[in-house]
């Protein structure tokens, strides 16, 4: 019982912190894991994305780019290419 309240414990602090994150604080811990995703919070519009080659052309890949107004750019270089979000109005 103690472990799954533990694990139910965990997963809501990563949850709120993960909500609190800036678009370059996801960035740099997409960067970290590796892995592109959304980190959760309340964003209506968010875009992720990835690229080998350059940190524009990760920010080119995200979701919704060209087609919504920016609000908010992170970008962050992994061990294997550039890793961005990107909220957007």
Same mark, same amino acid.
């Given at each position: 019982?103690?472990?799954?309240? !533990?694990?139910?414990?965990?997963?809501?602090?990563?949850?709120?912190? !993960? $909500?609190?994150?800036? $678009?370059? +604080?996801? $960035? +740099?811990?997409? !960067?970290?894991?590796?892995?592109?995703?959304?980190?959760?919070?309340?964003?209506?519009? +968010?875009?992720? =994305?990835?690229?080998?080659?350059? !940190?524009?052309? $990760?920010?080119?890949?995200?979701?919704?780019?060209?087609?919504?107004?920016?609000? +908010?750019?992170?970008? /962050?270089? =992994?061990?294997?290419?550039?890793? /961005?979000?990107?909220?957007?109005?």
């Amino acid at each position: 019982m103690r472990i799954v309240l !533990a694990v139910l414990l965990f997963m809501t602090v990563s949850t709120s912190y !993960a $909500a609190n994150l800036s $678009a370059q +604080e996801s $960035a +740099e811990l997409q !960067a970290r894991r590796g892995r592109v995703g959304h980190m959760g919070g309340s964003y209506r519009y +968010e875009g992720v =994305g990835f690229s080998t080659s350059s !940190a524009d052309d $990760a920010i080119r890949n995200c979701c919704y780019y060209g087609k919504r107004t920016p609000i +908010e750019i992170g970008v /962050a270089r =992994g061990s294997n290419g550039w890793y /961005a979000c990107v909220r957007y109005r």
